[in-house]
């Protein structure tokens, strides 16, 4: 999960549009790729977040044995939480489908803490307890993952001077052997940009390092309303998606459409995606000072995550 910064290092964030109807100096290009993503394919798997599942998802650390598994200024809470709070919870919310919700909340600590492996503890700016699930382990065990398919997540993302949401992928392969790995940035969110969003294809590694990226523009307030955020993975290339219309890359003004050049490597390991849900916090902005009393605590919501094939 990547933005303009990186876990890696900091990459330069990209500017983007993409508008839900189209105007004279909009590029059409939306037009050419239309169709819903959804249409043909069926379920192959769903989340709606009645309860939290723990025997499909796995909570804390990202799952990799290339470092702690922490970025940003939060220390992601195992499934139990860390420093007496939880921040993983399911409830009513009116907004969605089915009336609950995943929440993933983030609480700002503000005292040593003694979260294992974290680098914050001590850090009074980076004294946030905040959550990440997902269905891989550190082990290389992967619950869920798929190699291709349609990927989506219908979330909420709070207004805040630091939040960083994200739903994202890695292969498989990445947990044990990090030396290369593949990232799929569906959405990454900044809670004080609430009209722009970033999505990202990062192939690490060498030989053949690879990026592509693109902000997104929505007509649409994202820290007011559940949306759609999504992706579409075939044999050989990925597609961002919003509300189910094909996100435009800036770049080229056509509709974003990114080679995966690992795709044979993928194949030829038998290798899949999994996806991780998570709340973090950025570390390239400056620290609220002073960090009011209703910016303490924050939280996203997910109504469902489903794979279609």
Not at 76 to 87: C, R, V
Not at 173 to 202: A, C, F, M, N
Not at 234 to 239: F, K
Not at 270 to 293: C, E, I, M, N, Y
Request: proline share 7%.
């Amino acid at each position: 999960m990547m933005s303009s910064l990186s876990r890696r290092g900091l990459l330069k964030g990209c500017a983007g549009a993409f508008g839900l109807t189209f105007s004279s100096h909009r590029s059409s290009a939306t037009a050419l790729f239309g169709d819903d993503p959804t249409l043909g394919r069926e379920v192959v798997f769903e989340d709606r977040f009645h309860t939290l599942d723990w025997s499909v998802w796995d909570a804390g650390p990202k799952a990799t044995t290339s470092d702690t598994g922490f970025y940003g200024r939060s220390a992601f809470a195992k499934k139990d939480g860390e420093e007496g709070f939880n921040p993983y919870a399911i409830v009513d919310d009116p907004m969605a489908e089915d009336g609950k919700a995943l929440q993933i909340s983030a609480r700002y600590i503000g005292k040593p803490m003694n979260v294992r492996k974290y680098y914050g503890n001590t850090l009074p700016e980076f004294q946030w307890i905040s959550g990440n699930i997902q269905t891989a382990r550190k082990d290389g065990t992967i619950l869920k993952g798929w190699r291709k398919g349609y990927f989506e997540a219908r979330m909420l993302f709070p207004r805040h001077p630091i939040t960083w949401p994200a739903f994202w992928m890695l292969n498989g392969r990445s947990i044990l052997q990090p030396k290369t790995s593949i990232e799929l940035d569906i959405v990454e969110h900044k809670g004080w940009e609430p009209t722009l969003y970033g999505t990202y294809l990062h192939e690490w590694g060498q030989p053949g390092q690879n990026s592509e990226s693109t902000g997104v523009e929505t007509p649409v307030d994202m820290t007011k309303g559940y949306h759609r955020y999504g992706m579409l993975v075939d044999d050989n290339r990925c597609i961002p998606y919003f509300e189910r219309r094909p996100v435009v890359d800036r770049r080229t003004g056509r509709p974003a459409d990114w080679p995966i050049t690992r795709s044979r490597q993928l194949d030829n390991d038998g290798d899949v995606f999994w996806p991780l849900l998570t709340l973090a916090l950025r570390t390239d902005v400056p620290f609220p000072r002073p960090l009011r009393s209703e910016d303490r605590s924050t939280y996203m919501r997910v109504d469902y995550f489903k794979v279609f094939s």
